[in-house]
């Protein structure tokens, strides 16, 4: 329908211009009288026509050129692939198009790799979860086809219920870690940084490995003044400390020692918690960090590898880090940096 429409105008005018051409010689031929003006009249004319001809040409190749180098550009961007006739330096229209179309297509980019990684991370988090899940449900499952039994002696009995409870409890523990990993992969961690003393938040975190510290007769030290501030999350803070004295706990042997140091630096304050427990390998001090990873030499220990993994992440989005040092049999020293509080400081987002 457009292209008829086109030719009819294009024909119209066409019309229209021999129109006008005619009228002139007519009105040249019966007002002018010399033939040598009335032929000078007619070749400026035909000049100008012929010079608005070349112009109307000009623009259309000058179209037809600028649409072939829109149309690369952006067939360039749909393979992925850069242009070969961009032109970022040149001051044009097209080389403008060019810098806006290629604007818009590393955002895309970007969003399309973003989105990648998310589907990955979701993939990874499902199969973990999938496969750490799997073993104490199937004893679970196991648990209670023995308990149906009618022949079982209620000792033994008392024995399954036991060892039934302590999977659940582990189940229990494992799904609350899976959603804690989940939320901070995917963001969620909300997170409430206050101006707060440093040795609350250390004895918070002591308070869930103390009962367990006793049993082994591990001894503990804590050395932080009372008047150290620092601005963070206390709940979260806690939580991440506790993870690393649970480690602590675990792998150090009855009677050891777990002492924490407070420093605090210019800008940052440091919080170093020691052990004597196994140690760890050089070569394992990223490892470490690592969701669901754990060492061959403490497969038998009960954990799920998600403690310091949880820490680490905690920690980095609170604007800190955890750095490790450690000497294999003798213990290891994990420590922990809280950016410090100054005066004129907005604090954490």
Not at 108 to 130: A, F, G, K, P, Y
Request: charged letters at 25%; proline letters at 3%; hydrophobic letters at 40%.
């Amino acid at each position: 329908m457009k292209t008829r429409r086109s030719g009819i105008l294009s024909l119209f005018m066409g019309l229209a211009a021999a129109g006008l051409a005619a009228a002139l010689v007519r009105i040249l031929w019966a007002y002018v009288p010399p033939a040598s003006v009335r032929y000078g009249i007619l070749a400026v004319c035909a000049g100008i026509f012929l010079l608005a001809g070349l112009r109307v040409a000009l623009l259309k190749y000058q179209v037809g050129q600028y649409t072939d180098d829109i149309c690369e550009t952006l067939d360039a961007a749909i393979a992925g692939r850069q242009p070969e006739n961009l032109l970022p330096y040149e001051d044009s229209l097209t080389s403008k198009v060019q810098g806006k179309l290629m604007q818009f297509y590393d955002l895309m980019r970007e969003e399309r790799l973003r989105s990648l990684e998310d589907r990955q991370t979701l993939q990874s988090l499902v199969s973990d979860i999938s496969h750490q899940v799997k073993t104490p449900i199937a004893n679970v499952k196991l648990y209670t086809d023995i308990l149906q039994r009618q022949d079982i002696p209620d000792e033994k009995r008392e024995l399954f219920l036991h060892s039934m409870e302590a999977q659940i409890d582990k189940l229990d523990f494992l799904m609350q870690s899976l959603i804690k990993m989940s939320r901070l992969e995917t963001g969620t961690f909300l997170f409430n940084p206050v101006e707060a003393r440093l040795l609350d938040t250390i004895a918070q975190a002591m308070n869930t490995v103390w009962n367990r510290a006793e049993q082994k007769k591990i001894e503990f030290s804590v050395a932080c003044e009372t008047e150290i501030m620092v601005r963070h999350d206390p709940k979260w803070t806690a939580e991440a400390i506790g993870n690393i004295l649970d480690n602590a706990v675990k792998y150090t042997q009855a009677g050891g020692k777990v002492s924490i140091t407070v420093r605090p630096w210019q800008f940052y304050t440091r919080i170093d918690i020691s052990d004597t427990g196994i140690g760890i390998p050089e070569e394992h001090y990223n490892d470490v960090f690592q969701r669901f990873y754990r060492e061959e030499a403490v497969a038998a220990e009960e954990g799920v590898g998600l403690g310091l993994y949880l820490a680490n992440g905690i920690i980095t989005r609170q604007k800190g880090y955890i750095s490790v040092k450690s000497r294999v049999g003798e213990g290891t020293t994990f420590s922990v940096y809280l950016p410090t509080l100054h005066e004129g400081t907005s604090g954490l987002n």
